[in-house]
Nanobody, 124 residues
């Protein structure tokens, strides 16, 4: 499965962006999908995950209530709607796909497929 993330850019604090991640070359609907981010000088961290059907989601505490993950299996795409952005949200955001597990995956190693990342910069 190949993943292509897009939608990053420069936005002022308090603004919004919507990231997209389009999948190709596989059966998108069987995978749980996650978003991770990596800020300069920091390790990659979990942001959000959605299960294969879209019926279950989980968020990092730092984005809960501001970000929303969703998916359209017909289009093979997962989205991350980011509202009330803060300068500390500045990072490269990557999407990832992995097998559906009994619990939603929050660790890098639980994902098999990764997109190339899209840069989000939030100015103060």
């Amino acid at each position: 499965v190949q993943l292509q993330a897009s939608g990053g850019g420069l936005v002022q604090a308090g603004g919004s962006l919507r990231l997209s991640c389009a999948a190709s070359g596989g059966t998108f609907s069987i995978y749980d999908m996650g978003w991770f981010r990596q800020a300069p000088g920091k390790e990659r961290e979990f942001v959000a995950v959605i299960n294969w059907s879209g019926g279950s989601t989980y968020y990092a505490d730092s984005v809960k209530g501001r970000f929303t993950i969703s998916r359209d299996n017909a289009k093979g795409t997962v989205y991350l709607q980011m509202n009330s952005l803060k300068p500390e949200d500045t990072a490269i955001y990557s999407c990832a796909g992995g097998p559906s597990l009994p619990r939603l995956a929050v660790r890098n190693v639980e994902y098999d497929y990764w997109g190339q990342g899209t840069l989000v910069t939030v100015s103060s």
